[in-house]
């Protein structure tokens, strides 16, 4: 077997999303991704919302997403190393795909990895940067540990629906963006990524989520470029690093 070079980045899939027109047909596009990166992947970076909800309970596994899960489990077992971190629509990870699947999962709001001999500054983005007092404190909530035992003690039909009402009504209250509200938008991760590298020159790549849109572009005034990874509602969109070149890829089945 040729030996395996490739370190992938992917971000906000939204699996499950009740927004979906097919979603049967947009987990097998992930999947299928998946399996074309199988003979080259050393490394797998999800960099969070790859599910638009999940809520992990102490004994029993949430319905879905079992391709997806399968496919991870077999990209784990051929030796491929595999993090998730979590989004603001995928929190709740805790034990279960870490201990079944061998996934490392992070909940931080970022994460630096030297990959190859190059530092990565890595994040889904949801907490760099501006936040509203009101998105602090809803990430307080889901985070606090009390919050999520008695979230636990619901019973899933009254929380799976809601969750997923929750984040339908989310999409539709987001107009669609134009072309200069996508270029407004980038113009202001470029800031804030400015910033990160600013404090931390030695950095060659900021990759992030979240954001929904693609960028691949070489911070002005550093020679840190910043990935922002788009998404997979619209975009089917990921990064490869090969040891050397960062590319920014869209996924053609």
């Given at each position: 077997?040729?030996?395996r070079t490739g370190t992938y980045f992917i971000s906000d899939l939204h699996l499950g999303a009740?927004?979906?027109?097919?979603?049967?047909?947009?987990?097998?596009?992930?999947?299928?991704?998946?399996?074309?990166?199988?003979?080259?992947?050393?490394?797998?970076?999800?960099?969070?919302?790859?599910?638009?909800?999940?809520?992990?309970?102490?004994?029993?596994?949430?319905?879905?997403?079992?391709?997806?899960?399968?496919?991870?489990?077999?990209?784990?077992?051929?030796?491929?190393?595999?993090?998730?971190?979590?989004?603001?629509?995928?929190?709740?990870?805790?034990?279960?795909?870490?201990?079944?699947?061998?996934?490392?999962?992070?909940?931080?709001?970022y994460i630096e990895r030297t990959i190859d001999g190059r530092l990565f500054f890595l994040a889904?983005?949801?907490?760099?940067?501006p936040q509203t007092a009101g998105f602090r404190f809803i990430c307080s909530l889901f985070r606090?540990?009390?919050?999520?035992?008695?979230?636990?003690?619901?019973?899933?039909?009254?929380?799976?629906?809601?969750?997923?009402?929750?984040?339908?009504?989310?999409?539709?209250?987001?107009?669609?963006?134009?072309?200069?509200?996508?270029?407004?938008?980038?113009?202001?991760?470029?800031?804030?990524?400015?910033?990160?590298?600013?404090?931390?020159?030695?950095?060659?790549?900021?990759?992030?989520?979240?954001?929904?849109?693609?960028?691949?572009?070489?911070?002005?005034?550093?020679?840190?470029?910043?990935?922002?990874?788009?998404?997979?509602?619209?975009?089917?969109?990921?990064?490869?690093?090969?040891?050397?070149?960062?590319?920014?890829?869209?996924?053609?089945?």
């Amino acid at each position: 077997m040729a030996r395996r070079t490739g370190t992938y980045f992917i971000s906000d899939l939204h699996l499950g999303a009740g927004y979906m027109g097919d979603r049967r047909d947009h987990e097998a596009r992930v999947v299928a991704f998946l399996r074309s990166i199988e003979c080259d992947a050393r490394r797998l970076y999800m960099l969070g919302d790859v599910l638009d909800y999940w809520f992990e309970y102490r004994d029993v596994v949430p319905r879905g997403f079992v391709r997806f899960f399968g496919q991870l489990a077999r990209l784990a077992d051929l030796g491929v190393e595999i993090v998730w971190m979590t989004g603001n629509h995928d929190i709740w990870l805790f034990d279960y795909l870490r201990d079944e699947i061998g996934i490392e999962v992070i909940d931080a709001p970022y994460i630096e990895r030297t990959i190859d001999g190059r530092l990565f500054f890595l994040a889904h983005g949801d907490r760099i940067g501006p936040q509203t007092a009101g998105f602090r404190f809803i990430c307080s909530l889901f985070r606090n540990r009390l919050c999520q035992r008695l979230y636990a003690g619901l019973h899933p039909r009254l929380t799976v629906p809601f969750a997923r009402s929750c984040s339908r009504r989310s999409r539709e209250s987001s107009p669609g963006a134009t072309p200069a509200d996508e270029i407004t938008h980038a113009d202001a991760v470029i800031s804030v990524a400015a910033d990160i590298a600013a404090g931390q020159p030695d950095l060659d790549f900021i990759v992030l989520g979240h954001h929904h849109i693609a960028v691949d572009t070489v911070l002005p005034g550093s020679r840190t470029c910043l990935i922002v990874l788009g998404d997979w509602i619209s975009n089917d969109t990921y990064a490869v690093f090969d040891g050397s070149d960062m590319r920014l890829c869209r996924f053609e089945q």
